[in-house]
């Protein structure tokens, strides 16, 4: 068949057809439709299956509120679970297919569950599956995981790109239909920067769904040539297919432009969408209001809609969603969709009214005083059964049904701040309540005014008032011509006769049923009947559900519906993609990557290289033939001690610290004195944070009388810095303080072991032996001219200099370094050795530095000096972390040096059970070290400083290890201290 | 009324006319022996366990708002008892076996669900740490494996192995992890201290605290005074606001957590899984929903909602995590206030007022200790006297230095 | 959130770190103060549900630390302070 | 200075790069030299004389000023980056000590930035999906950090189809790729 049910007009370009296939059958359509208009114009009316019972189930809505007609839109790694096709837009070749159903959508083997429904009622499975204790995720969980869910992910990764930006503008009108357009049009006469944004791909709203006049001509018309004139102001930016989905503090809001899913795949280069966040000075919503269902039994057939989608079809797409329709409603607006079907020669077979008296429609059957009490159909409504105002009932044979329960506003977005609706008795609806998001106003049906002059009207005044906030003057045009007819709503929200079901929330088959049972189970606060009946909790928020589930608890408890409550929308307003949501961070563009000035040479050796926050730095160097990286390291640890090794240590934070009062600084940020540090020496320096933890730790020198440069870890490189401006401007505000990070300006590389000096000694052009250059010396030098810094520091424990470059030198150093190094076979190290080297020094590091450890812990309670006030001192003398049994640094090895220890394993004393008592510590850190030929580790251990010497046990579960220790000092390596010296 | 698949059947057959009001909506005495101020969760649980556990009478619950409408009804469902230092993991592992026989024990299907959780590592140092936290949690009477990069691959294959920034390298698991359907828990304990006596009063609000001679006597709220020999206070998001009504300070800021689910979908993560290189953690509901969270806003807050940056964080978290979801859509975006500690951990203690007693400081690992807090604070308000598993959470281990602090980030509750 | 910063003007709140409770400012003296003075500085929280003095620290900007005035219950912000020109006025100097 | 010292630029060449897609021209400067200049406690007086003296510009709070051998601007309050010829000025901080003397605190900064002088027409259209800095109604002059994706950069609107970008060097390449992928979905 094809497109049966296409009538004429509609703003459909019918001298293109597309082609698009739905559950394998192809179809036809035009541009302009969606995906739901195009399926109807080709007599498909079951589009989908509820949630629970698996019910069959067609759109009831033209618009993003959409409970039913959810679908897989594309295939393969583009597949997109729960599109709603009454917006999906139609593009050539568009393939969609049915989810939730099996084996297929017509014959549904889950629809058991609609037989069974008496038993699944509303929050029947809180009160089950109890017994026996274990079936719960053997058995029943399972089966309803795969029963539950709706549309399935690829489980591929998604090939599109998505991407993000600001916008700015004095005001934001969100939606345009007559009350946006004309409130984007007054702010854009005056000049204002505006962003005019709606959700659909053609402006104007519901004016492109009726048949009302604007100005003497048809509304979508009228729209057309506003959209015209905004389009050519340069203070004005027009984003269709953009939908503001959340409002955020002052004036922030979050938009989703689809910029290609009306296309099959995206232009190249070009995102699929883009998340905007638009900072607005003042913002008005004129999205419009949603039409709600009235419930009656069998109310969810295909085929049943809202009079105002049915209407909207016929008017905007040309398609008669049946061939014989019929009207339900409680107020005036309904029958519009029986004028405007009859008009398009449609077979109106009668418009059912739930009011008494009132004119008749002229030339149509317009039943008053009567409800629609039932409906048959199994795949698609064939007719419903009503109750005459004589009381007799009638079946009328239909194929399409409008009902008409009233109009709801668009509140979502006012009460993203949670500010809840208030209650209008004269349209029954809920409008936007007071203490919503600061300088957001509504216009329109959102507001209430629910004809299109109202919404003309206040689209205006509130966008006059708008600017005039903002000191701006705005003009009021004269209005267009448009109508101006109440809704005259005498509301009915469920039909009472009938013994079977009757839908409220259609996706997650709530009827009015569950709702009576939460109220007899006394679940009638408004949350938690939304809780336990899950109303409002499917993906359309409760669009067309809410309200209704609200009112008919409010008749059973006897409360006004306000009193009954109103629970109030979260963001987004509509489902936005989590690709949307990341942009471009992800991949390998997660997080920005930094490079080392060796980066270059290193990756021309073959280096491995590895994360450390955000850097990737060298972590070996494998030579030809080396199969293992312990090889590699062992290399590098052995023959940095024997001869020389290099290391790139610029990720090493730096900071310079300048003023009169740089060293009176210091002596406040380092539990230790730097005051008296001599210039052109450095000293270690130890930071607590104000609670008496260590907080970081490194080398600082002092380089002039007011002038130091001080050295923090990788890690915390960013945190010292904040803290020490937070020092210097929170604390000690007057103080002559000036600090910035050095930390890339620099390439600095350490040069380790008896031949660092020697090595150095030919580039430097500075006599730099050991009496001209002492240990824990600094200076400015220039390496063959250059201008330099040499730090005599040493993390390794060897005689080793950290030397520095301007970093775009970097790169000819550690050529230089190496090419200089030749005659001593100096090699590179990487992180790997750096830490073997340090272990068996027994210098803290990452492991240890864990921010929960005390100087005291680590053995380095002795610099914490009480003669002057610094941060962390004072609150590092509680008791609670001077204990003498509490934790101390240790050093660990295996008592059979073959045996492997790993870090993480905890102490135990030998013999003692295996149990949380016997817990003495654990393993911190742990290498292998070539030098000693067999693990070592750190650990902490308690009372550790008295149990050096003693056997314990290394206790790992997860590897299921037990191995003999002995405790003992953390240096393991040259204690003394003589090599460095040297 | 006992809940049963029976019951269920015969009232199916029946038009479901025998079923009872879940709770009843008593009027509030004049006085109690016991007044618990806060009807979530912990709340909740701690009436039940007066009541059952240590046979006490004359309780009310103080509700300001309705049952179950605090953190308890606005969280990511998990449950787990992987924490690293001693003060915590004796009582995050009693919490998890109530939860392991919580639905027999007050008859209400909870959905307890243990389908494990894994901590995803990404660096040898992590690896190390989790390592140290899994020996930890084995000690303590807890379940806990290391994962390598090929089991984690095995379980979801999903994942960004192939292009990920920061390489998956293995993971903890603790197998009995999982989730709970977090509504339930309110409500299964609400209706089992609702049959044993407790009145649950909703609506009422503690608008101050009647104390002399440095006893407490009473609340006054909302509804009028009412009297009381103990008042514990359980209120999360609110323990600042209702202990000033004592004069208190306490070591707490409240801070804004957002959480979030997408639309339903087929089956597509089994457990419950965190990235340890961004701020992501994810589970799937029963319903279909992937439940996600991330870092809190990092602002005091009191507004029961968050801001973008924050959404965008998570969302990046999970787009370099799971590269498959990015065409799943995020349906709803929500707040809950948490009471953030000093040192990330929770208080369980007797105050300067004689009787007056509090529960609180959860961040935002309240949800997984709602059985072992409701049992320990019953157990200190019967017994004047902390549980075992929870002497350490007291309000004096910040002034003697012996602080639980997990994260090692000190006295800056928006780092925990 | 946007931040009115003094000499930058309305700037996203994305650029900046937060710390807490603008109370930090007044840190007792290490060499008179004893633990119980600083536990009660360090740790102890007014935490009001209304107006709130706190420190915010532009580090994606000009790096000053700022003490914003902000309602934690809407988030509406009602003056923004260099911390510098509060800690001297509070007294603070080396 | 030994001629064997060989320099890379923040990219990882021996020359900068420039890269042109459409009506966009990305070129990465590296023939500026840096260095930070800040203000001495109470030596205003002597500094500004200073700074007179040797005519380095200092511009009001995030404002740019270019002057004739010596340009500016303003980082944070009583502290300036200072740029200069690199061919001529590549020793800044030397060039800048003795005029200031002991009235300020200086920092060589050269290399801790990369920069970029992304031009062309549409501008707007492009940092708009890199940064929330207004750039439409940004004067020109305006020098301010910012974030774009994720790294801390100093952005300077020179004219309307001129901007400077100072990005951390060590993630030169990242910087330039966010350009460039978001140039391509601007066109």
């Known amino acids: 068949m094809s497109q049966s049910n296409r009538i004429s007009g509609g703003q459909i370009d019918r001298s293109k057809t597309f082609r698009f296939t739905f559950d394998g059958h192809t179809y036809t359509g035009h541009p302009g439709d969606t995906l739901a208009s195009a399926l109807l114009a080709n007599g498909v009316r079951l589009m989908g299956r509820s949630f629970k019972y698996h019910r069959p189930r067609g759109p009831i809505s033209a618009g993003s509120e959409e409970p039913n007609a959810l679908v897989h839109l594309r295939s393969g790694a583009r597949q997109e679970p729960n599109t709603r096709a009454t917006v999906a837009e139609l593009f050539d070749g568009l393939e969609a297919t049915s989810q939730n159903a099996w084996p297929s959508l017509k014959l549904d083997a889950m629809a058991i569950n609609d037989r069974l429904n008496s038993f699944f009622t509303a929050g029947f499975y809180y009160k089950t599956f109890m017994w026996p204790a274990a079936f719960w995720e053997k058995v029943y969980e399972p089966i309803i995981r795969r029963a539950a869910g709706l549309g399935a992910l690829s489980k591929e990764e998604d090939p599109d790109e998505y991407d993000k930006g600001f916008l700015h503008c004095d005001l934001l009108v969100i939606g345009a239909g007559p009350a946006g357009l004309m409130a984007a049009l007054t702010a854009g006469r005056a000049g204002a920067r505006v962003v005019l944004a709606d959700e659909d791909f053609r402006m104007g709203g519901r004016l492109n769904a009726e048949t009302h006049e604007v100005g003497g001509q048809a509304g979508a018309d009228w729209a057309a040539g506003v959209v015209a004139e905004l389009a050519a102001m340069s203070n004005v930016r027009l984003m269709t297919r953009t939908t503001i989905v959340g409002a955020f503090d002052h004036g922030i809001y979050s938009a989703v432009e689809r910029v290609s899913d009306h296309l099959a795949v995206p232009m190249a280069g070009k995102p699929r969408q883009t998340l905007w966040r638009i900072y607005s000075k003042r913002a008005i919503l004129a999205g419009g209001a949603t039409e709600r269902p009235i419930a009656f039994e069998n109310n969810d057939r295909p085929g049943i809609m809202l009079a105002g989608a049915l209407r909207a079809y016929a008017n905007r797409w040309g398609v008669a969603a049946g061939d014989r329709v019929a009207v339900f409603t409680n107020n005036d607006d309904g029958l519009r969709t029986a004028k405007d079907l009859q008009a398009k020669g449609v077979d109106v077979a009668a418009v059912i009214d739930s009011r008494e008296g009132g004119d008749l429609l002229p030339g149509i059957r317009h039943l008053q005083g009567t409800q629609v009490i039932d409906s048959s159909g199994g795949l698609g409504l064939k007719s419903v059964t009503v109750r005459l105002a004589n009381g007799k009932t009638e079946t009328i044979s239909c194929t399409a049904l409008g009902v008409s329960g009233g109009w709801n506003p668009n509140v979502n977005i006012t009460s993203h701040h949670r500010s809840r609706p208030e209650w209008r008795e004269d349209i029954a609806a809920f409008v936007p309540g007071t203490g919503g998001p600061a300088g957001l106003t509504a216009a329109g049906a959102a507001n209430g005014a629910l004809s299109t002059h109202g919404a003309l009207l206040t689209g205006q005044a509130q966008a006059i008032a708008a600017l005039t906030d903002l000191g701006l003057t705005a003009k009021a045009a004269n209005l267009p011509k448009a109508e101006d007819a109440p809704i005259a709503i005498s509301p009915l929200w469920y039909v009472h006769e009938g013994k079977g079901r009757a839908w409220i929330d259609q996706q997650n088959d709530v009827t009015v049923k569950d709702v009576k049972l939460a109220h007899k189970e006394n679940f009638t606060s408004v949350e938690h009947l939304k809780r336990y009946t899950t109303l409002g909790m499917a993906t359309d928020q409760g669009k067309t559900g809410n309200v209704l589930g609200i009112a008919v608890m409010a008749e059973l408890t006897g409360q006004s519906i306000p009193a009954t409550g109103t629970t109030i929308y979260r963001p987004p307003y509509t489902p936005v993609a989590m690709g949307t949501l990341a942009g471009r961070s992800r991949g390998k563009e997660f997080k920005p990557f930094r490079l080392t000035p060796s980066h270059k040479w290193a990756a021309e050796q073959g280096a491995i290289f590895v994360e450390v926050g955000n850097w990737l730095r060298t972590q070996w160097v494998p030579k030809p033939g080396e199969t293992t990286w312990r090889e590699s390291v062992d290399r590098e640890v052995l023959a940095t001690r024997r001869l020389v090794g290099i290391c790139d240590v610029t990720t090493l934070g730096k900071i310079d610290i300048q003023g009169t009062d740089a060293g009176a600084f210091l002596d406040k940020v380092y539990a230790n004195t730097f005051s008296t540090l001599a210039v052109g020496k450095c000293r270690y320096g130890l930071m607590l944070r104000e609670d008496g933890m260590v907080f970081d730790d490194g080398t600082t020198a002092r380089m002039g009388e007011h002038e130091f440069v001080m050295t923090t870890t990788t890690a915390n490189a960013v945190t010292v810095f904040r803290h020490l401006e937070y020092c210097r401007q929170c604390l000690w505000p007057d103080m002559d303080v000036q600090i910035i990070s050095t930390t890339e300006a620099w390439a600095q590389f350490s040069v380790a072991g008896p031949n660092a000096r020697k090595l150095l000694q030919k580039i430097v052009d500075q006599d730099i032996s050991d009496a001209a250059f002492p240990y824990m010396g600094a200076g400015n030098i220039t390496v063959q001219g250059l201008r330099g810094r040499l730090f005599r520091i040493s993390f390794s424990g060897e005689l080793a200099y950290e030397i520095a470059v301007p970093t775009r030198y970097g790169d000819a150093m550690i050529r230089k370094l190496m090419e200089a190094g030749a005659e001593f076979d100096a090699i590179v190290y990487g992180t790997e050795a750096l830490g073997v080297m340090r272990i068996e020094k027994g210098h803290v590091a990452g492991g240890e530095l864990n921010g929960q450890s005390t100087a005291l812990n680590m053995g380095l309670g002795k610099m914490v000096s009480k003669k002057k006030d610094s941060i962390g001192m004072v609150l590092s003398q509680r008791e609670g972390m001077n204990q003498p049994d509490g934790y101390r640094l240790v050093g660990v090895k295996p008592v059979d040096p073959k045996a492997t220890i790993s870090a993480g394993s905890h102490f135990m004393e030998i013999g003692a059970p295996v149990e949380l008592a016997s817990d003495g510590g654990w393993l911190t850190s742990k290498v292998y070290s070539p030098h000693l030929g067999s693990d070592i580790a750190l650990g902490y251990l308690k009372a550790g400083d008295q149990k050096i010497g003693r056997r314990m046990r290394a206790v790992n579960f997860l590897t299921k290890t037990d191995t003999e220790v002995e405790i003992v000092s953390p240096h393991f390596f040259d204690p003394e201290g003589e090599r460095l010296r040297g | ?416 | 959130m946007i931040i009115n910063h003094p000499i930058l003007g309305p700037r996203d709140a994305q650029e900046f770190v937060y710390l807490g409770d603008a109370n930090l400012i007044n840190r007792p003296d290490g060499m008179t103060a004893g633990i119980e003075v600083f536990h009660d500085y360090l740790y102890n929280r007014d935490n009001p549900a209304g107006e709130h003095r706190e420190l915010w620290y532009h580090e994606q900007g000009d790096r000053s630390w700022l003490v914003v005035t902000r309602n934690t219950v809407t988030h509406e912000i009602l003056k923004v302070e260099m911390a510098r020109d509060v800690a001297k006025a509070q007294g603070r100097s080396k | 200075m030994d001629k064997a010292w060989k320099a890379l630029t923040g990219l990882g060449h021996e020359t900068a790069e420039t890269v042109e897609i459409g009506p966009y021209r990305i070129v990465e400067r590296f023939d500026v030299a840096l260095a930070s200049l800040a203000v001495r406690r109470g030596q205003d007086k002597g500094f500004q004389a200073a700074a007179k003296k040797l005519g380095v510009p200092l511009p009001g709070a995030a404002r740019h000023e270019a002057g004739k051998v010596f340009s500016a601007f303003w980082t944070t309050p009583e502290m300036w980056l200072v740029e200069a010829d690199f061919a001529t000025h590549e020793d800044i901080v030397s060039a800048l000590k003795p005029g200031f003397a002991e009235t300020a605190s200086i920092t060589e900064q050269t290399d801790a930035w990369v920069r970029f002088d992304v031009s062309g027409a549409g501008l707007v259209a492009l940092f708009e999906r890199l940064t929330n800095l207004d750039l439409a109604t940004l004067p020109d002059g305006f020098a301010s950090r910012t974030v774009i994706e994720h790294l801390g950069v100093y952005l300077i609107r020179h004219s309307a189809t001129l901007v400077t970008l100072y990005g951390p060097r060590s993630s030169a390449q990242g910087l330039l790729h966010a350009l460039e992928v978001t140039v391509k979905s601007v066109l």
């Open chain 2, 1 to 416: 009324m006992r809940y049963s698949g029976f019951r269920v059947i015969a009232e199916a057959l029946t038009g479901h006319k025998g079923w009872k009001p879940v709770w009843r909506d008593p009027a509030p005495q004049a006085e109690y022996d016991y007044i618990i101020v806060g009807g979530g969760g912990h709340g909740l649980a701690t009436a039940y366990y007066l009541a059952k556990e240590f046979k006490q009478a004359r309780i009310a619950v103080l509700e300001k708002g309705y049952l179950g409408g605090g953190n308890v009804g606005r969280n990511t469902t998990i449950i787990r008892s992987n924490y690293l230092l001693d003060g915590n993991e004796p009582f995050y592992e009693f919490s998890l076996k109530l939860w392991e026989g919580l639905e027999q024990d007050f008859n209400y299907n909870a959905m307890v669900s243990q389908r494990g959780i894994i901590n995803l590592i990404h660096t040898d140092a992590q690896r190390d740490a989790f390592t140290r936290r899994g020996n930890g949690m084995i000690l303590n009477g807890a379940d806990a494996e290391l994962l390598n990069r090929d089991q984690v691959r095995a379980m979801y294959p999903f994942l960004n192995f192939d292009n990920a920034r920061f390489p998956i390298k293995g993971a903890l698991m603790q197998r009995r992890g999982g989730t709970v359907r977090h509504d339930a828990v309110a409500w299964g304990y609400a209706r089992g201290a609702d049959m044993r006596g407790v009145d649950l009063i909703q609506n009422c609000e503690v608008t101050g605290m009647r104390i002399e001679n440095g006893r407490i006597r009473g609340v006054e709220t909302s509804r009028g005074f009412i009297g009381a020999k103990k008042v514990g206070v359980a209120v999360a998001g609110s323990s600042s606001k209702v202990m000033a009504h004592a004069g208190m300070r306490l070591p707490i800021e409240s801070h804004v957590l957002q959480a979030f689910v997408s639309e339903g979908l087929k089956p597509f993560i089994a457990g419950v899984m965190t990235f340890g290189a961004g701020h992501f953690y994810v589970s799937q509901s029963d319903k279909g929903g992937l439940v996600f969270g991330g870092d809190i806003d990092g602002y005091n807050s009191y507004a029961q909602r968050g801001n973008l940056p924050v959404i965008e964080d998570v969302a990046e978290g999970g787009m370099a995590l799971m590269p498959a979801i990015g065409r799943a859509r995020l349906l709803r975006t929500w707040g809950g206030i948490m009471d953030m500690s000093m040192d990330g951990s929770p208080i369980i203690d007797k105050t300067h007022v004689e009787g007056l007693y509090f529960n609180g400081g959860w961040c935002y690992g309240g949800f997984k200790a709602t059985p072992a807090s409701g049992w320990c604070f019953a157990h200190l308000l019967a017994k004047d006297e902390p549980h075992k598993t929870a002497t350490a959470y007291r309000f004096d281990r910040f002034l003697k230095g012996l602080m639980i602090d997990e994260k090692g980030q000190g006295a800056q509750p928006n780092l925990h």
